[in-house]
């Protein structure tokens, strides 16, 4: 069974820093890319980032809104995916999801869609 | 890049079907092909219905199909069930500077 689980979500102060983790099982995560999603409380979805399969070069793309901000990494051995959150404003406040990207066929460079989720994690960014 | 257009709200009552827009442009949907549906209960997570406007992944029920003409995607909702009651987004591919837009997201009711 694909599962996705988010960890390391939590209240944090303006202006610090938060890595978020993303465990995955039930699939081979070299295999794909991971995708960031975030949904502030009672908004819609927003695409935070991405990060390729190593056969892409591991490459990372990211949101205006947070690029220079966050960082997406992985480690392939163990399974998880992370978000380095930094500088943080109230306005990242928000479930963070961790997602599989899907591919129809291809080169799969982009995902055409996110086909599994995690049950997301909260990040408060509060005084 | 703002977000794609979708109706606040659509109903309808069981064994009706509605028909959900999402409105972009030409740099997004009316652009590529990589247009996708998800589903989301209160308190869960989404969950992928429609992927490349009109396909459907394994288990999703053949009452879902998407569609798409110029800058305009549609769901379509056939039959509809209680458990149909969600909120639903779109989203799309939008080039290699945005990446990716989500639309503002659906709300079905079902009466």
């Known amino acids: 069974e694909v599962q996705l689980v988010e960890s390391g979500g939590g209240l944090v102060q303006p202006g610090r820093s938060l890595r978020l983790s993303c465990t995955t099982s039930?699939?081979?995560?070299?295999?794909?890319?991971v995708t960031w999603v975030r949904q502030a409380p009672g908004k819609g979805l927003e695409w935070v980032g991405f990060?390729?399969?190593?056969?892409?070069?591991?490459?990372?793309e990211y949101a205006a809104s947070v690029k220079g901000r966050f960082t997406i990494s992985r480690d392939d051995s163990k399974s998880i995916a992370y978000l380095q959150m930094n500088s943080l404003k109230t306005e990242d406040t928000a479930v963070y999801y961790c997602t599989r990207g899907y591919c129809s066929g291809g080169s799969c460079y982009f995902a055409d869609a996110f086909d599994f989720w995690g049950q997301g994690t909260m990040v408060t960014v509060s005084s | 890049q703002s977000a794609l257009t979708q109706p606040r709200s659509v109903s309808g009552s069981p064994g009706q079907s509605v028909t959900i827009s999402c409105t972009g442009t030409s740099s997004d949907v009316g652009a590529y092909n990589r247009v996708s549906w998800y589903q989301q209960h209160p308190g869960k997570a989404p969950k992928l219905m429609i992927y490349d406007v009109n396909e459907r992944p394994s288990g999703v029920p053949d009452r879902f199909s998407g569609s798409k003409s110029g800058n305009t995607a549609s769901l379509t909702i056939s039959g509809l069930q209680a458990e149909d009651e969600a909120d639903y987004y779109c989203c799309s591919y939008a080039g290699t500077h945005t990446i990716y837009v989500f639309g503002t997201g659906t709300q079905v009711t079902v009466l």
């Open positions: 990060i390729r399969k190593k056969a892409h070069d591991g490459t990372t």
């Open positions: 039930g699939f081979t995560i070299g295999d794909f890319a």
